[in-house]
């Protein structure tokens, strides 16, 4: 009685994972063509787009970052619109999004950024700097909290140099920018304001 042909599609089984898994990795190698063809897979076996709405946004943060910012708006501005419009038509607001994350410029360093820090806050005990606490509670300018801070929209550039990770860890890095889409620009705009050119 159902005039479609039946894919390989458990959406609780192997087939479900292995076409999420694929559809994800499509996008994250730049192949724009796999990761359409694997979301239609998933909208033909009439999974729940929403599901693939929250897989994109996390793909386009996960794997595209800031090489691209505008892919989290893109993926954002999909799992909103897919919410209202329903399907058929939402296939083509994926498909849409789909094709911009698979195409866009890739960094993983953002990711790479929070696994660090989570590690670090994981692994050491340590303390906010004076210059940084709070002074606006009460008695908290007796302890000297804020003191010595600088006001970066005071200085060129709108940049001081001045500690902002705690002392035990102060040379830490965490988010190392690559030379790929936006990631090119923030690097070289913040290599300038430290004055490292």
């Not at 994972?17 to 724009?32: E, Q």
């Not at 793909?59 to 999909?78: F, I, T, Y």
């Not at 820090?117 to 804020?146: F, I, N, Q």
Request: with cysteine; aromatic share 10%.
């Amino acid at each position: 009685c159902i005039q479609k042909k039946a894919v390989r599609y458990d959406k609780g089984g192997d087939s479900h994972y292995d076409t999420v898994s694929a559809f994800i990795k499509s996008m994250r190698g730049s192949d724009p063509d796999a990761a359409i063809f694997y979301l239609a897979k998933m909208l033909y076996a009439g999974e729940d787009v929403r599901f693939i709405a929250r897989r994109m946004l996390i793909c386009a943060s996960e794997d595209v970052g800031n090489a691209d910012p505008q892919a989290l708006l893109v993926a954002a501005a999909a799992a909103q619109a897919v919410e209202r419009v329903g399907m058929p038509e939402s296939q083509i607001i994926l498909a849409q999004a789909v094709s911009y994350i698979a195409s866009a410029p890739k960094s993983n360093a953002a990711c790479l950024a929070i696994a660090a820090a989570m590690e670090a806050v994981k692994s050491t005990t340590t303390t906010v700097p004076v210059h940084l606490k709070d002074r606006h509670y009460k008695g908290a300018a007796k302890l000297g909290h804020g003191e010595g801070y600088l006001y970066a929209h005071d200085y060129p550039e709108h940049y001081v140099k001045q500690q902002y990770l705690p002392d035990e860890i102060r040379d830490a890095v965490f988010y190392e920018l690559g030379d790929l889409g936006y990631e090119k620009y923030l690097k070289a705009h913040l290599k300038k304001v430290k004055g490292e050119d």
